[in-house]
């Protein structure tokens, strides 16, 4: 298969590998890829924005294939709110779309750049998981072609077990091809917005459960460098929607949503250069301090805040990531049953800090369970926590990795592929289970008899167990 090579990288740029590419642009192109694919026995990766941090989107030496061009709105209607589109389209696109008629995505990432079939396949999750789910809770019937050429629609009622199989089945059961799904109705372009600061980490999750009713998003910003008693100290952020008759604006235009373009005074496009210069461990528990205290005196004021300036805090800064260059950076992101999220998390975070790997930046979330055969949703909080990678760090930083994974799965918790760049194949077994993984070893074997689908990710994890 003859096609242009390029090099590919994971969002966090410390991990990349060449592949061959092609861009089809409709189901028919997908499938004539398929065929030649199976003809000359290449195997194929399916790539969205590339978004993934690490190497769920790699395919080193064989083909990728990248479903941007697909991105066509198949139908809208803003009576119902459902909304069919091609995999392609982008969350950017899709609130653009929608805002004006009064509507919002159930489910929205950090950033608004993945496309809704990344989305799908890794099942992708927001601030109110606890109380939304997954985007897969909103997805109505997904089209796929799998690598045998059939074209197949899913739905909780027409193959249900397949389709519980391909959403959070990380692009391995076909390419999503159509995607249906109900968005969210909203009165006002902005949300009421609370942040307040919390000393440590039982103070923050205790918030998070007194809150988890009558918030419609939470999230916190965790300062992993504090050690001792501030240990976990954090930032909250409570987010409600606004009743019309509460805001005086009521402005659905998609143009009056912006980011801001400036943080704390200095223009965006300068702070991946600041970041840079406190790219070191003192440097940012100084930027972590700074942050808190920042915090702590605006705390408790309430303020309304825009859709996109709430959800995308990934995209504020452009080319964030270049702070981390020329390693780039991972993000490990432990899932724990709620039960035993302070112990774990208080013995991960001093495990790193044992170690002098910290986290320069962390997140809280809470979540609740689903029905997706290989899901990371429990009932229970994450802790993502973004490490830089050196080349003096890296051996170390994979095996405090490991040991931490072994903390995790002694809990029976479980990890989330499209941030994953550590997981070993025991790992796998033990976050998914033996029974879910043979399941889906077996809908594999039927929609993909001969491996044609294959990452890096997979690979390295063992899917398919070979």
Known sequence: MSQPRRVFDGFGASQRSVSTFVTPRDPEELAAVFR?????????????????YGDAALNGGQLIVDMRLMNQILSWDPETGIIETRPGLTIRELWQTILADGWWPPVVPGTAWPTLGGCASMNIHGKNHFKMGGIGDHILELDIVTPTGALLTLSREVEPELFHAVIAGFGMLGAITRVKLKMKQVESGRLRVRQWAVPDLRRQIEAFEAHREDSDYLVSWVDCIAPGRALGRAQVHRAVYIPREHDP????????????????????????????????????????LG????????????????HVAFHFLLDYVPNFREAYDP???IQYQPFVPAAHALDVFTDLLQRCQRADI?????????????DFLLSHALDGFSLAMDFPVTRANRDALWALCHEMSDVVLEVGGR?????????????FRRAFGQGPIATFRGLRDRVDPQRILRTEWAERVGVDGD
Not at 46 to 51: L, V, W
Not at 266 to 274: A, D, G, N
Not at 358 to 370: A, E
């Open 36 to 52: 030649r694919a199976s003809e000359e026995g290449v195997r194929v990766a399916m790539r969205g924005s590339g978004r993934s």
């Open 249 to 288: 604006e009521v402005d659905l235009d998609p143009d009056h949503q912006h980011l801001p373009g400036h943080i704390m005074g200095v223009p965006k496009t300068l702070v991946p250069k600041i970041l840079k210069l406190f790219s070191f461990n003192l440097g940012m528990r100084m930027v972590n």
């Open 291 to 306: 942050k808190y205290l920042a915090s702590v005196v605006g705390s408790n004021k309430p303020y309304l805040q825009g």
């Open 327 to 329: 390693g780039g950076f």
């Open 358 to 370: 910290v986290p320069y930046l962390g997140v809280l979330k809470r979540y609740r369970p689903d």
């Open 415 to 427: 990890f989330y592929p499209a941030k994953d760049s550590v997981l070993r194949p025991e790992d």
